[in-house]
């Protein structure tokens, strides 16, 4: 009989293509990842994927697999649901896929109000790249996703902005522009700047708001692209260049060698939203859940966007 976990992983592992990866957000070691795989070709009696070195493939096989294991581990998820609604209760497994910044220092202290609140709810956070956490809510392989620039995404995912989360310009303590404490932006085209990936969303708020003041990304020298806000950070202390960081990073950097600067005419804001997936039913816990983040989680929200939180180290 197949298993709706194995299906799980098997589904994990062919939206990342890397068992490495697939078992960093199952919480896995990738020996199990790989044991579930085998288990399941086994049991179909073909591979499911390609394996060349280190790079894998779907086969047929597993291509031809993966929308019915979509439907399959969506209906044992609902059942868990109904079950659990029957009960009456708010308990039950609680899955949520983020993007690293919010999924660091937004949805941790959501999460923890919450489950004070209902103390038999479990939560599995799948944290990945903004894209990817949005492929998995339409997939149905998690019930929420916090995102950044949800427009371009598919309209079956409804979405509610959660928190306004500033971008800023942070530069090493010893830096010219950290003593003046502001720059014009045309100054902006001298340095060398240390970026995320082009699909992150901090990437796309930035060019964004450099278009509206008529300038173009491009103009920037950037000499290194990290694929996390922290890593950014670090290296703009290190004196490296620098760059453009989530205000909730540079509030939490202990003893911080970098230095946030103000650019004339420039405000930076990326909106983070929470999603769900308008064609999955939902159940008792997820109704709550997502009646909590519209309707009581404001305090919280509101601390978050103060980041009234206490800098590590201090």
């Known amino acids: 009989m197949l298993d709706s976990h194995q299906l799980n992983v098997f589904l994990?592992?062919?939206?990342?293509?890397?068992?490495s990866r697939a078992a960093e957000l199952?919480?896995?070691?990738?020996?199990?990842?790989?044991?579930?795989?085998?288990s399941l070709e086994q049991h179909f009696?073909?591979?499911?994927?390609?394996?060349?070195?280190?790079?894998?493939s779907l086969t047929e096989a597993g291509i031809a697999?993966?929308?019915?294991?979509?439907?399959?581990?969506?209906?044992?998820?609902?059942?868990d649901e109904i079950m659990d609604q029957i009960k009456g209760d708010v308990q039950g497994n609680l899955t949520i896929g983020c993007s690293t910044t919010p999924g660091k220092y937004i949805l941790p202290v959501l999460l923890a109000d919450f489950m004070r609140r209902h103390p038999r709810v479990n939560a599995a956070c799948n944290i990945t790249n903004r894209a990817q956490a949005l492929q998995m809510l339409e997939g149905g392989q998690v019930k929420f996703a916090l995102s950044s620039i949800p427009e371009e995404f598919s309209p079956n995912i409804e979405f509610r902005k959660l928190i306004d989360d500033p971008i800023t310009l942070l530069v090493p303590k010893n830096h010219e522009w950290a003593a003046r404490g502001h720059i014009r932006i045309e100054e902006l085209k001298k340095e060398r700047f240390i970026m995320r990936e082009e699909t992150a969303g901090t990437y796309r708020t930035v060019?964004?708001?450099?278009?509206r003041c008529g300038h173009n990304i491009n103009d920037l020298r950037i000499i290194l692209s990290l694929g996390n806000s922290e890593a950014i950070a670090i290296a703009i202390q290190e004196g490296i260049g620098v760059g453009f960081v989530s205000q909730m990073v540079v509030e939490r950097m202990p003893s911080p060698q970098a230095i946030p600067v103000k650019i004339h005419g420039l405000e930076i804001h990326q909106e983070i939203y929470i999603g769900r997936n308008r064609r999955h039913a939902e159940g008792r816990l997820q109704s709550a859940f997502w009646d909590y983040l519209i309707n009581q989680a404001q305090p919280v929200i509101q601390r978050l966007s103060r980041n009234d939180f206490p800098r590590p180290g201090l």
């Not at 994990?12 to 068992?19: G, H, I």
């Not at 697999?65 to 059942?79: E, F, G, N």
């Not at 060019?207 to 278009?211: D, F, Q």
Request: aromatic share 4%; net charge positive; hydrophobic share 45%.
């Open 207 to 211: 060019r964004a708001a450099l278009a």
């Open 12 to 19: 994990t592992a062919a939206e990342t293509l890397n068992f």
């Open 65 to 79: 697999l993966l929308p019915l294991a979509r439907q399959m581990v969506a209906v044992s998820l609902r059942t």
């Open 26 to 38: 199952l919480h896995m070691s990738q020996p199990s990842v790989t044991q579930h795989i085998r």
């Open 45 to 56: 009696g073909t591979p499911l994927f390609d394996r060349k070195g280190r790079q894998i």
